[in-house]
């Protein structure tokens, strides 16, 4: 079955990368440097890849972090041991304390042009990265994993709850938008969590038809147990518009691509 071979495959990656970065913190340990990790290089160079083979179709990326990104684009600490990576005070006193951020957030837009999702399976006791990394799962609809090893029990299970599979085909959605339309007593709302896409700015589109207010925003990849909160503001009573305290109406409707291409 299709979502046992996803999964077995991801199995196998995450394996291969444990025993990978094993052998490469055993070497660079004696050297007194940390392990050399390439993520913003191996992102760019999938995103790249996916932009040419897949350019609007379903498609994730699935990376595996063994530590944090130390050499080329995206790297976050140096590779000497003796350079301590950036703590939470340096995240609270500056939110600009490396060029990580920015290329990870263009990458992310890259991605969500494209209705592909990224993920971060992640897998030390180290810190990875995610903080810088956040764009590429919030803006794509992607998941974020996190244990001490790839063999992790829970990890394995979470790759497996990923990949599940109905009919023959993976019950996951790309290219989602997500509309929701209210009575115009509603004139703006918050979104919390997913979503974003390209412009993370201004991520809700608001217009009116008739007596209703609809708000659409991109929600990227999304899948059964895809949660969306959503804060509604009340207009104001000084409003041209009348505003009905008896009745409220919602309306949330969602619009994605399957895996095998379908809409």
């Known amino acids: 079955p299709i979502h046992l071979?996803?999964?077995?495959?991801?199995?196998?990656a995450a394996a291969a990368a444990e025993a990978a970065e094993a052998e490469e913190a055993e070497a660079a340990g004696r050297a007194g440097e940390r392990s050399r990790r390439c993520t913003g290089s191996a992102l760019s160079a999938a995103v790249s890849l996916l932009a040419c083979c897949v350019p609007d179709g379903a498609a994730r990326i699935v990376t595996f972090c063994g530590g944090p990104s130390v050499g080329g684009s995206g790297a976050i600490v140096e590779p000497s041991l003796s350079v301590q990576i950036r703590g939470h005070s340096d995240l609270a006193a500056s939110s600009s304390v490396n060029d990580a951020l920015p290329y990870y957030t263009n990458l992310a837009k890259s991605a969500a042009e494209r209705r592909h999702a990224i993920d971060l399976v992640c897998a030390s006791l180290d810190d990875t990265g995610l903080w810088e990394m956040r764009h590429c799962v919030q803006r794509t609809g992607g998941v974020a994993l996190q244990a001490e090893t790839f063999a992790a029990d829970h990890l394995?299970?979470?790759l497996d709850r990923l990949f599940l599979a109905t009919s023959g085909e993976l019950t996951m959605g790309f290219g989602s938008n997500l509309e929701l339309r209210t009575s115009r007593d509603c004139s703006a709302i918050e979104l919390l969590g997913l979503g974003g896409g390209v412009d993370a700015t201004s991520p809700?589109?608001?217009?009116?038809?008739?007596?209703?207010?609809?708000?659409?925003?991109?929600?990227?990849?999304?899948?059964?147990h895809t949660c969306v909160?959503?804060?509604l503001e009340r207009g104001s009573e000084t409003s041209s518009q009348p505003m009905s305290r008896d009745t409220h109406l919602l309306q949330l409707t969602a619009a994605y691509r399957t895996s095998s291409g379908s809409r």
């Open 204 to 224: 809700v589109d608001v217009s009116e038809a008739g007596a209703a207010r609809c708000f659409k925003w991109s929600a990227g990849c999304i899948g059964p």
């Open 5 to 12: 071979a996803a999964a077995a495959a991801a199995a196998a």
């Open 229 to 231: 909160a959503l804060v």
């Open 156 to 158: 394995r299970k979470s």
